[in-house]
Structure formats: structure tokens, C-alpha cells
């Protein structure tokens, strides 16, 4: 198909289930080609990790495979659908690759891109190759299926990914520290992220966000949330605990919840659900350095009301801020600029996100580098056309 579409120099747009179709600047498009038939897992081998899956396989089927034998996606990948007016669930395992978004285990297991292994694929010029293989030290040269992952579908069309998977933790428990401060709580959370004790979610909600919280031991607090995920053997869960609360003393006692409730409440920023998605707002996020984060949110709420909770301990903010003809990028981008990182719009009306720059705008030496690796894969420009950037 896409090799007879080539000849005819028809633009391509690039879909799975249409989970994220509703992100990113909208393609320029004569047909629109979706791997939504390309579903089922083509190997997997529990004792080895690995598992291989055709791109348009959902990743809750993947999922309940793995669950089965007591495994998961170890980075959490996070489903954007419900954020974005999309159907929930109808994110695919290929697009979690194209988009490389990654959940709040990230801080422990490393983003979807660490977890790839290898990668068919269709290239613009409709030519089949593959990248990778089955196991860690698969590559010689350059590493084109990582390279792939994160470039929403503009230089290939995946057919199928191998991934690492990995053993679900035996226990769980959740630390929540009432009442923080921005500022106090991105510190706190830097302060156990520097311990030994394998934190493996490190997330600062406000209390806006907090009343929306659907765990039971939550509701009500009325107070913003900081909250540190352990998750270990159950031999050593009361012991790293312990430890953590004493490290933290000075920021209070914390809420304590259990396995199930642990697991409930983190299930919950897989796909924003705390956030107050609305036509009237739109949704941001922004990569930075923790210790800028708040800095960034203050900067911009000089200028408006937002809604922002920070994940990764910091590193990683989700921003909400009322709808404008720019969705406030200006703002955004203003205050991203002076302390360092990258802001990329989610949410917006389709005019908009046509209208500004949608991701993070490109330096003269990285756009003539990209427009370099476009050309290389797809010379003719026709897969995702204007996605990711206005002119290419």
C-alpha cells in the first residue's frame, strides 16, 4: 500500500486505534492508513523477558498476557485517549513506541525506548526492513528502532515491535505526605529519589487534583498530595518503608496505603484521570529539570490559572491551563525557555495545534539534522506530513 501510494505521491496519515490521533499538529493527508489490523503477539518467552507484538495490537491485551504470567510493561505506558477525546483503551502497542510516553515507573525501569528491542517496519519509499532483534546487545552501528521510537509515525510505519517485559513486583505500598508546598514537595521527592530504597513512583499532586482521586483513603484530605511508590519483595516492603519515613520525618507523617490501593491510585495517572479535562482548557506537557519545575508553573501562573501536577519527581509536569487562540504557548514557552526544557501541547483544538508550534521548537543544527533523517526515509515526505513540524 504504501509503495503504491508513494508512486502516486499521495500523503499518508499514520493511525492505530485512534488513541492519539487527537495529539500533535494534524497531518496533511490525502488517505489515512491505520495498523489496526496488525494485532496479535508473535512471540513471547516468559523465562527470557522478551515478547513481540504486531503494532496495532492493544496494549491492555498485552497486558493481561503478561499479567497472567505475573509480568507487565515495566515504564507504564500512558494512555492519552481519555485526556484527548479519544476512546479509552484504544491505545496500541505501536503507538506507544511512535510516541515513546512513558508512565511513572520511568524513574526506575527507563521510557518506553529503553524497553525496545527491535522493530519492522515500512519506510516511506515502501520498503520493508527491520532493526534489533530478541536480546540487549542486538546492534551494530546506528540504533534504528530506537531511533524510530518518539517520531510519531514520520519516517516509518511499524508492523511489529520486541520489547522487554517484566515481573510484577510481589508487594506495593504507597507513602502520601499531606499539605506540601511545590517547592517542599519536589524536595522531598528528590530526597528519596536519592536514597537506596528503589522508589519507583515519585508524583506531587495539588489539591485540585486531589479531589478527584477515586482510592477511598484519599477522598477528603482537601490538601495537596506528595507521594513516593515502593514496590519490592514482601520480605523487605516494611523495612524500606520504615527507612522512608524516617529520611522524610521533617515533611510529616504520611498516609500509608496498601497493595490494592497502591495499585488503584497509580492506575489513575495512566491516563490523567485527575486532571479536569475540559473543551475550555488545554493540556501541556513539560520535561525539565526538577528543581525548575515549580519555578515554571509559578512563571505561568502569572499570567493565568493553572491545573498542574508534577511526576518523575519533578522532571515531568502536566499542565492544564484555560483554552486561548495559542492555548497559552506563548506563556508556556517563555517560561520553558528561561530555566531549561521542552514543552509539547496535547490537548487543543485542531486549529490551534496548526496554528503554534505543537512540539518543542527545533534549533537551526537539530531541524537540519531531522530534516536529514526525513529525507532518508521517506524523500517524498508523505508519512504524517506536518505532524510534528509545520514544513515537514
Not at 98 to 122: K, M, P, Y
Not at 328 to 350: C, F, K, N, Y
Request: hydrophobic share 45%; with cysteine.
Amino acid at each position: 500500500m504504501i509503495a503504491r501510494l508513494a508512486r502516486e505521491k499521495r500523503g499518508i496519515e499514520v493511525v492505530g486505534h485512534g488513541a492519539l490521533r487527537n495529539t500533535g499538529r494534524v497531518a496533511k493527508a490525502d488517505v489515512v492508513l491505520t495498523t489496526s489490523g496488525l494485532k496479535g503477539v508473535t512471540l513471547y518467552e516468559p523465562t527470557e523477558l522478551v515478547m513481540s507484538a504486531r503494532s496495532g495490537t492493544p496494549v491492555y491485551e498485552i497486558e493481561a498476557i503478561l499479567a497472567a504470567r505475573g509480568q507487565m510493561l515495566s515504564f507504564e505506558p500512558v494512555d492519552l485517549g481519555p485526556a484527548t477525546g479519544a476512546p479509552g483503551g484504544a491505545l496500541s502497542i505501536g503507538g506507544v513506541f511512535a510516541t515513546n510516553f512513558s508512565g511513572s515507573r520511568r524513574i526506575s525501569a527507563g521510557s518506553a525506548r529503553d524497553n525496545l528491542l527491535g522493530v519492522r517496519a515500512v519506510n516511506g519509499r515502501g520498503e520493508l526492513f527491520k532493526s534489533g532483534g530478541r536480546v540487549m546487545k542486538n546492534v551494530a552501528g546506528l540504533d534504528v528502532a530506537r531511533g524510530l521510537t518518539g517520531s510519531w509515525g514520520t519516517l516509518a510505519v511499524m508492523t511489529e515491535v520486541t520489547f522487554k517485559v517484566a515481573p510484577l513486583p510481589q508487594t506495593m505500598q504507597t507513602l502520601a505526605f499531606v499539605g506540601l508546598p511545590d517547592d517542599l514537595a519536589i524536595e522531598a521527592l528528590n530526597i528519596a529519589m536519592a536514597t537506596p530504597l528503589e522508589i519507583s513512583g515519585a508524583v506531587h499532586l495539588p489539591k485540585n487534583c486531589v479531589d478527584r482521586l477515586k482510592v477511598p483513603k484519599l477522598k477528603g484530605v482537601g490538601q495537596s498530595l506528595t507521594l513516593l511508590r515502593l514496590e519490592t519483595f514482601a520480605t523487605s516492603i516494611d523495612e524500606r518503608r520504615e527507612k522512608l519515613k524516617a529520611a522524610l520525618k521533617v515533611y510529616g507523617k504520611p498516609i500509608e496505603l496498601d497493595a490494592e490501593d497502591t495499585f488503584s491510585l497509580w492506575s489513575e495517572f495512566r491516563t490523567l484521570s485527575m486532571m479536569p479535562f475540559s473543551t475550555e482548557t488545554s493540556l501541556w506537557r513539560i520535561s525539565t529539570l526538577p528543581t525548575k519545575a515549580p519555578e515554571i508553573v509559578a512563571a505561568i501562573q502569572k499570567f493565568m490559572d493553572v491545573v498542574a501536577f508534577y511526576d518523575w519527581s519533578g522532571a515531568l509536569v502536566w499542565l492544564e491551563v484555560p483554552a486561548a487562540a495559542d492555548a497559552g504557548a506563548a506563556d508556556v514557552r517563555r517560561a520553558v525557555a528561561v530555566r531549561g526544557g521542552h514543552a509539547t501541547l496535547i490537548r487543543a483544538e485542531p486549529e490551534i495545534r496548526n496554528s503554534v508550534e505543537v512540539f518543542e521548537p527545533l534549533k537551526p543544527e537539530i531541524e537540519r539534522l531531522t530534516r536529514g533523517i526525513k529525507s532518508a526515509f521517506d524523500p517524498s515526505g508523505l508519512l504524517n506530513r506536518g505532524r510534528m513540524y509545520a514544513n515537514f
